[in-house]
């Protein structure tokens, strides 16, 4: 059980790592108006979105058998929120796919403040899902 947690703080810490940087990345294709370093960033972007899918997958694996087989959690209030919190972040990441997408077609409307502030997002997500593994308010 102890390495099924290693892995999965790890892997949690990994995506995060891709939630934080890649809405970055958006901030700087929104405001970029050379043609070869759009096509850089979006390189970047592309590897990015490819790592973090990769590495989501194990981490939800892991908190999966965590909750379901060890019993970590199981029918605790603190733990509802938190995977409420983890679905919310999985909808960041598909909406973050999306939103990749959209600069790949050259469709993008939305201006650098959007992405500054959408880059926010996930720090709340795991702050709040911290916050509620460290105190188990409830």
Known sequence: MLWIKTFHIVL??????????LPRIFVNLAMEIEPAAS????VM?????????????PA??????LWLVVGIGRGQGWMHAKLAIVVLL??????CGRLLAT???GANRRSDRWYRMFNEL???GL?????????KPF
């Open 12 to 21: 949690i810490a990994s995506w995060f790592a891709g939630l934080f940087y």
């Open 39 to 42: 096509r850089r960033l979006l």
């Open 45 to 57: 972007a592309r590897k990015l979105y490819r790592f973090m899918s990769l590495i989501a997958v």
């Open 60 to 65: 939800l694996v892991c908190g999966l058998w």
């Open 90 to 95: 999985i909808v960041y990441h598909a909406m």
């Open 103 to 105: 600069f790949e077609r």
């Open 122 to 124: 996930p720090v709340l």
């Open 127 to 135: 702050l709040g899902a911290v916050a509620l593994v460290v105190f």
